[in-house]
């Protein structure tokens, strides 16, 4: 069996004392692809670095570079942000536009000292927008797939994605949370859709089920290493000093929960995910 991550940070921080213990792991756990996501300016670099240095150590493993500027980092980017986020996307024809989209969650919910969002400005839902539009744009302009992170603005950005252009093959909604009615208007707008191992903890039932209701030609699997850590059960690879991060050779694990979850072979399950992963990252 061979496996793609459709979202990841590999380039992240706190996965750099790791990365060259994880790369021939991820190897040996049969995962051949993934994409690797920026979410901000200070960690495009680094993706690019590390997109350009695999395939030389690393030659069975493929990965997608992705940048974007993800809705938490809005509100600090600097007045230059779209031209580098350009130079970058136009510096590898391989690059997908990611991690974008809209977060209500940051300004509604989250607690004030999150450590997560410290330091950050919490950009207001109306400038989140006008910001994912122009990445949109920027996607549709380079014929580049787009990943997409949105919480608790599922019928706004419905209907952000309705009012078009959109990326000609397609964008991504990573680990989907929404609700099952708006699959469907996702999907036909060329949505894909990608379960995250953490989904299998016993809380997360709801969205169980509605991975049950995805047709599988629309289906993508992800880590989002280093968050996201699934159930022990379901996360048989540790980080060394390091445990409570989410190491990305945990995708086949995911891939054999959902089999069975969606009550089909595996064999079947990673066959229509490579193809699926093909269309959108790869263009194949």
Same mark, same amino acid.
């Given at each position: ?182 699959? &469907? +208007? !996702? %999907?036909?707008?060329? =949505? ?5 191992? $953490?989904? @299998? *903890?016993?809380?997360? /039932?709801? #969205? ?26 379901? &996360? +048989? !690879? %540790?980080?060394?000093? =390091? ?5 990305? $050779?945990? @995708? *086949?694990?995911?891939? /054999?929960? #959902? ?26």
């Amino acid at each position: 069996m061979t496996y793609c991550d459709a979202h990841n940070h590999l380039a992240a921080p706190a996965l750099a004392p790791h990365v060259s213990a994880i790369l021939p792991a991820l190897t040996a756990a049969g995962v051949t692809h993934c994409v690797v996501n920026g979410t901000e300016e200070a960690d495009w670099p680094t993706v690019a670095a590390l997109a350009a240095s695999v395939p030389a150590h690393h030659p069975a493993l493929h990965l997608t570079p992705s940048y974007g500027l993800h809705p938490w980092d809005t509100g600090n980017r600097s007045p230059a942000w779209l031209e580098t986020l350009r130079h970058y996307l136009v510096a590898d024809p391989r690059a997908a536009v990611g991690e974008i989209g809209l977060d209500r969650w940051m300004l509604d919910r989250a607690r004030p000292d999150d450590p997560r969002l410290a330091g950050l400005r919490r950009a207001p839902l109306d400038e989140q927008r006008d910001l994912f539009q122009t990445q949109l744009a920027l996607a549709v302009a380079l014929d580049r797939p787009a990943t997409i992170h949105c919480i608790d603005a599922f019928g706004l950005l419905l209907e952000t994605l309705q009012a078009g252009p959109l990326p000609p093959r397609g964008f991504l909604l990573h680990a989907y949370s929404g609700s099952v009615e708006l699959v &469907a +208007p !996702f %999907a036909a707008l060329g =949505a894909y859709f990608s379960f995250n191992g $953490a989904y @299998l *903890a016993p809380r997360h /039932a709801r #969205l169980r089920a509605l991975y049950q209701t995805i047709p599988l030609e629309r289906l993508l699997i992800e880590t989002d290493a280093p968050a996201m850590l699934a159930p022990a059960a379901h &996360a +048989p !690879f %540790a980080l060394a000093a =390091a445990p409570a991060l989410n190491h990305p $050779a945990n @995708l *086949a694990a995911t891939y /054999a929960a #959902l089999a069975t979850l969606c009550e089909v072979p595996l064999a079947t399950l990673t066959a229509q995910v490579a193809a699926n992963y093909r269309r959108l990252f790869l263009g194949a």
